[in-house]
């Protein structure tokens, strides 16, 4: 017997049934930091960026949003799921680094970690992809949980 709940007895990918979970509030906050750097900071007005695409942290939020629904659609053992709420932030912590929280609630059968992580990484992916222009030395780094609550076990980090 294995102890992965993706996996079933004759070692097949399986989805998890989640008929019998009973449906709770969950909500899950991801965390992704990333180095833009001072080059790309510098530009910076009002806590955005406006370039030829656009307002970059509004695109990235949108994105962000957009990625959270869609999650179910890349991660093949994700349920789709009915989303309550997305809250994405972008903080510039000093001249080289922001971070970025996506905060993910339902009330379901199943957790929305991976919605959450799904949101914070698209958010970086389009930030990336609006400033490149400028710079190509920014890097994606320390995308994780940082809470979730509801369901088996809540956990704060």
Do not use: W
Request: hydrophobic share 40%.
């Amino acid at each position: 017997m294995n102890n992965f709940t993706h996996i079933n007895e004759k070692n097949q990918p399986k989805m998890v049934n989640v008929s019998d979970k009973k449906i709770t509030k969950r909500t899950a906050i991801a965390k992704a930091t990333m180095f833009l750097g001072s080059e790309i900071i510098s530009h910076f007005k009002n806590e955005d960026l406006i370039t030829k695409k656009g307002p970059v942290f509004q695109t990235a939020i949108i994105a962000g949003i957009q990625a959270v629904k869609k999650t179910s659609d890349i991660i093949p053992m994700c349920h789709p799921l009915l989303i309550n709420g997305v809250d994405i932030d972008i903080n510039i912590i000093n001249n080289e680094h922001i971070e970025v929280f996506c905060e993910v609630t339902i009330e379901g059968k199943t957790g929305v970690e991976m919605e959450a992580l799904t949101g914070a990484s698209a958010t970086c992916l389009t930030i990336y992809d609006m400033c490149k222009a400028i710079s190509q030395k920014m890097i994606i780094k320390d995308v994780k949980l940082v809470e979730k609550t509801g369901g088996k076990s809540d956990i704060k980090i």
